[in-house]
């Protein structure tokens, strides 16, 4: 790969992170280095988790985040913001590392739409990352910046869905 590539994937629909692990997979296949950082999901252990040490050190999964957080801009707490700074922080260390061809940047639409990392310094890091890196950023709420920026912008649109009819979360389905 001699130029990276900057990929979207977001929406209300499911199977934003999925998409991105299954580029993650494939591109690990090719010999590729393949990092995921999760700046939402907590340290409990995930069914891609588990998967991905199999894969290491050319796949990694790393979970940044507290778990869920309050949704509302002005309800943050500051160990919230404090852990996005961090965990951007070490996000930005990685990419420069180049170290990596693919980095997945997993639910970093919603730190922005939260006012958790800013747009601009997301788009700034983008442009100046290593030429050959591709990252994908997933999330709802995909900031419009980022998308005239992107390669390529993937919706995913929610017609239906299981929770509708109160059936829960599933393991190995949504976690």
């Given at each position: 790969?001699?130029?990276?590539?900057?990929?979207?994937?977001?929406?209300?629909?499911?199977?934003k992170t999925t998409a991105a692990l299954g580029l993650g997979l494939r591109a690990a296949g090719h010999g590729m280095k393949v990092l995921m950082l999760q700046?939402?999901?907590?340290p409990?252990?995930?069914?891609?988790?588990?998967?991905v040490k199999r894969?290491?050190?050319?796949?990694?999964?790393?979970?940044?985040?507290?778990?869920?957080?309050k949704t509302r801009k002005e309800e943050h707490t500051e160990a919230t913001r404090e852990n996005a700074r961090t965990s951007w922080d070490y996000a930005k260390q990685e990419i420069f590392?180049?170290?990596?061809?693919?980095?997945?940047?997993d639910e970093i639409?919603?730190?922005?739409?939260?006012?958790?990392?800013?747009?601009?310094?997301?788009?700034s890091v983008l442009k100046e990352r290593p030429k050959r890196l591709t990252v994908i950023l997933t999330g709802r709420n995909a900031h419009e910046k980022v998308m005239?920026?992107?390669?390529?912008?993937?919706?995913?649109r929610e017609i239906k869905h299981h929770y509708q009819k109160g059936i829960k979360a599933q393991k190995g389905i949504e976690f």
């Open positions: 790969m001699s130029e990276g590539l900057i990929l979207v994937n977001t929406g209300e629909g499911k199977g700046f939402f999901k907590g409990w252990p995930t069914g891609e988790c588990t998967a894969l290491e050190p050319d796949f990694k999964i790393i979970p940044l985040g507290q778990g869920f957080i590392s180049d170290l990596y061809n693919v980095i997945i940047l639409n919603n730190m922005i739409h939260h006012g958790l990392i800013s747009v601009e310094e997301v788009i005239e920026m992107a390669d390529m912008v993937t919706e995913m």
